[in-house]
């Protein structure tokens, strides 16, 4: 299956969607997916698996994922107890800093999970009654839209952000949790192959690499990620290409080759197919429809 594209309102004035304590079956569960809004999962109960961006975790009550646009994700609820969670999506325009002196931003926390490639934090108790009771009241006021609601969600919003910043500050590093999910491996693979985009990523060098069958390597990485080699790949280098296509002066052509397409039409159209536009298109900031 290709990855999605989830789909939310580009020119809203309120970039802000909300899923209030949902429980999800592996058959309602979105496959692989991605957008260019910020998400936060909220955990309340049940079992099952998380598969972000290149890391497996286990889904438990308690715990909350952050997962920054452009991340590849996909849940795989457990099918005797199916996980309950909320989420949060929001563009990062919704939280544009105005400068107060330092250097803080409330989605720095989205940054550092980006940076470390590590999006699971276990919240302890003692924290756990403020973030839900923060999202009581988002459900609360997106439920009841009197006037003034969507100042009041943000607020909450900004509050939660803050605070999970705070938390996995450079000095409580240990907060963030780790994979243990999956063949070692196949996790080594995993982390690597961001540093290997414009390389050859084909079954047969991978499975190589990784000293095991074609056939094995396929069957397990379908298991856990939900994607087959190809399609996990080539999303992973339209999502380079998108961020090469912002922050560089690059041509196309060059953004292509940098990201392992060996032609300019199939670059292209991949790009279309996985972004929803063109990457001339993308690079002068239109949204996808």
């Known amino acids: 299956m290709n990855p999605l594209r989830k789909h939310f309102e580009a020119n809203s004035p309120f970039p802000f969607a909300f899923v209030y304590k949902d429980t999800k079956s592996s058959q309602s569960e979105l496959p692989d997916h991605l957008h260019d809004w910020y998400e936060l999962v909220f955990v309340y109960g049940g079992k099952g698996t998380f598969f972000i961006d290149q ?20 849940a795989f609820p457990d099918s005797v107890n199916p996980i309950t969670s909320s989420a949060l999506f929001f563009s990062p325009i ?17 940054d550092h999970a980006k940076r470390s490639k590590t999006y699971k934090i276990g ?25 003034g609601y969507r100042h009041a969600v943000l607020l909450h919003v900004q509050h939660i952000l803050l605070q999970i910043t705070r938390s996995v500050a450079p000095d ?30 084909s079954l047969a060098s991978l499975s190589r690499h990784a000293n095991v069958t074609p056939a094995h390597f396929s069957r397990v990485f379908k298991q856990l990620t939900g994607m087959n080699v190809t399609e996990y790949v080539t999303t992973k280098r339209i999502i380079r290409a998108k961020e090469l296509l912002i922050e560089s002066d ?40």
């Open 94 to 110: 919704l939280l544009q800093n105005t400068y107060l002196g330092d250097a803080f931003s409330l989605i720095g926390c989205f």
């Open 123 to 147: 919240t302890p108790l003692s924290e756990r009654g403020t973030l839900t009771t923060s999202i009581d009241t988002i459900h609360r006021e997106m439920e009841e839209a009197r006037p």
């Open 172 to 201: 409580q590093e240990t907060r963030l949790t780790e994979s243990t999910i999956g063949p070692r491996w196949m996790q080594h693979l995993l982390a690597d192959m961001d540093n290997q985009l414009e390389s050859n990523l």
């Open 250 to 289: 690059d041509s196309i052509a060059i953004v292509a080759e940098r990201c392992g397409f060996e032609s300019l039409p199939h670059f292209h159209r991949m790009f279309k197919k996985i972004a929803g536009l063109t990457p001339a298109a993308y690079k002068k900031g239109v949204k996808p429809k």
């Open 55 to 74: 890391t497996f975790y286990e889904m438990e009550p308690g715990n909350l994922f952050l997962i920054p646009g452009n991340t590849i994700h996909r």
